[in-house]
């Protein structure tokens, strides 16, 4: 099973620079809590933005460079993502799809489940979560926090 989790303002922007265009400690929990035990799959931009690798979760990296490698305890590489989409979609194991831009737009497609904290704040951006048909999804999760609403989606067809 593949869920995607993402952060977006008002206008679906979800970067700045290569990094978060906001610190929001709540939604860094929530993340955490989320993906912490599970495999993550992440663009290699994103992941070269993070201060080091994240603790307690095995990340997969995906580049189309083959001379990119990484020797880092619990990340590892691929080099094709919808491959990789593909072996996961169907699994009894839940893995989370972490982005950026071009990684949400390619696995939007595959996921069954997406985990959105919608910012309330606008930002400045220059990243951008894709534009998709919300109406695929039910959302069946919605809590308030101060600076977010987060809410959970499930694809349709798979509605219990
Ligand atoms: N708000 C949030 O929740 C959130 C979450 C994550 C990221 N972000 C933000 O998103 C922005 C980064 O997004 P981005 O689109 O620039 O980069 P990205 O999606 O993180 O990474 C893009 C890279 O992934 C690799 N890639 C893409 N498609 C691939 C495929 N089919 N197979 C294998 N590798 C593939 C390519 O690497 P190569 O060029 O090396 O081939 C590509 O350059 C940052 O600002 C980050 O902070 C926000």
Not at 11 to 17: F, R, S, T, Y
Not at 116 to 130: G, L, Q, R
Request: aromatic letters at 12%.
């Amino acid at each position: 099973m593949l869920s995607l989790i993402v952060a977006m303002d008002p206008k679906q922007g979800i970067g700045l620079n290569g990094f978060l265009p906001w610190r929001i400690k709540e939604d860094l929990q929530l993340f955490k809590q989320a993906t912490v035990n599970h495999k993550i799959i992440m663009g290699q931009t994103t992941f070269m933005g993070l201060p080091k690798a994240l603790p307690n979760r095995h990340t997969i990296v995906v580049t189309t460079n083959k001379e990119f490698t990484l020797d880092i305890e619990n990340v590892s590489v691929e080099y094709d993502l919808i491959d990789l989409l593909k072996r996961y979609e169907h699994s009894d194991e839940e893995v989370f799809v972490c982005g950026g831009s071009s990684i949400y737009k390619q696995s939007l497609p595959y996921v069954n489940r997406l985990c959105i904290s919608h910012v309330k704040k606008e930002y400045t951006v220059d990243a951008w979560f894709p534009e998709f048909d919300w109406n695929q999804f039910e959302k069946v999760k919605e809590v308030e926090f101060e600076e977010f609403v987060y809410c959970e989606y499930i694809r349709k067809e798979d509605v219990k």
